[in-house]
């Protein structure tokens, strides 16, 4: 005996949301008969209809829905990555990743924030590190202004998943992941941890063959090698600056020009940005080297800003990405305190 379905589910005058509730019943009688892929089928369909008419709480709970039913049917069937477009089907996984993009729109970011997490757990127990780790990104980016622990923890996992995929576009996306796990550590004022992972991070890239043949063969780009991982020394310096003050900060900074190559390497744009923060031939950190900085025209809205430390554009002026302008405003402001108490 087969179960029963809904009648007239195509009636083009019938409202989205109509639509969506027929859906949903016949969703239901389906699971009482006990054909759950079909149940699964029919709450993925109201689940669109839901979208279509922007009922994003009700979209994200048929969803999710249809994802648990489908999920114990998926555990042998999955094919291995990368899936091609003939095999790749909608999974369980794809289902919760939309259902936490409609509970973001609703505003639940609790559900929103489980759904996408159980999306990269399965997508990492069938070996695709690389769209786990981007889930475990955007659950970071979805924490942050809420939650900073929960945000670096989920960045720490996506930096270990794109460590995980073992390519060379996986270690620098791992790179990168551990860079802002380390921003999100000064951001809260962890400032130790923060300087251990920037300098342990610098000191791996530096042992690494491609770096030293970098700098052996005067600069001559190595392809795959992210132009992003050198900012690891512009931060650790500026949580030197900010935790200790400007001799511990020139120390550093000493320290690390010791170690680096002399010409034809990608710090050397590090190098360029710290010597700017510095004052250039004074050569130290000061209060009024860093005010002007801040106060440059091209660094006007600075937080607004993304890219690198200084962005070269088509005017070929210097911006500050928001961190850095963030940072530098820590520095001026305990810098000034220690002058008014000084003076006092």
Not at 45 to 54: I, S
Not at 134 to 147: E, I, N, T, V, Y
């Amino acid at each position: 005996m087969t179960a029963p379905v809904a009648q007239n589910l195509h009636c083009d005058t019938a409202p989205d949301e109509a639509r969506a509730r027929a859906l949903l019943t016949a969703a239901r009688s389906a699971v009482a008969w006990g054909n759950m892929l079909e149940a699964s089928r029919l709450f993925h369909r109201a689940g669109n209809f839901f979208k279509m008419d922007q009922k994003w709480h009700d979209a994200g709970a048929a969803f999710q829905t249809a994802a648990e039913l489908k999920m114990p049917f998926e555990a042998d069937t999955i094919p291995a990555p990368p899936y091609t477009t003939e095999v790749r089907k909608i999974t369980s996984s794809g289902l919760l990743k939309t259902a936490s993009d409609c509970f973001v729109k609703a505003q639940d970011f609790r559900v929103a924030v489980s759904c996408l997490q159980t999306a990269a757990d399965l997508l990492a127990e069938d070996g695709d590190f690389t769209t786990a780790a981007g889930h475990c990104k955007a659950l970071a980016q979805m924490l942050a202004p809420r939650d900073v622990d929960g945000a670096i923890r989920f960045y720490e996992k996506a930096a270990r998943l794109h460590e995980a995929a073992a390519d060379v576009h996986g270690r620098s996306a791992g790179d990168k992941a551990w860079l802002t796990v380390g921003e999100q550590l000064a951001r809260k004022g962890d400032y130790t941890a923060a300087i251990d992972l920037f300098e342990g991070l610098a000191d791996r890239i530096l042992q690494e063959p491609k770096a030293r043949d970098y700098a052996s063969s005067g600069g001559v780009y190595v392809p795959d090698f992210s132009t992003a991982e050198p900012k690891c020394l512009t931060r650790a310096v500026l949580c030197y600056l900010c935790r200790d003050g400007p001799s511990a900060a020139q120390e550093a900074v000493v320290r690390w020009d010791a170690k680096l190559p002399s010409s034809g390497f990608m710090f050397d744009q590090e190098r360029n940005v710290l010597r700017q923060v510095m004052g250039g031939a004074e050569n130290r950190f000061t209060a009024g080297h860093i005010a002007k900085i801040l106060q440059a025209p091209e660094n006007a809205g600075s937080a607004t800003a993304s890219g690198p430390p200084w962005c070269d554009n088509d005017t070929q002026t210097r911006r500050l990405d928001k961190w850095t302008t963030m940072m530098l405003e820590r520095a001026l402001q305990m810098l000034r305190d220690a002058e008014n108490k000084a003076q006092r």
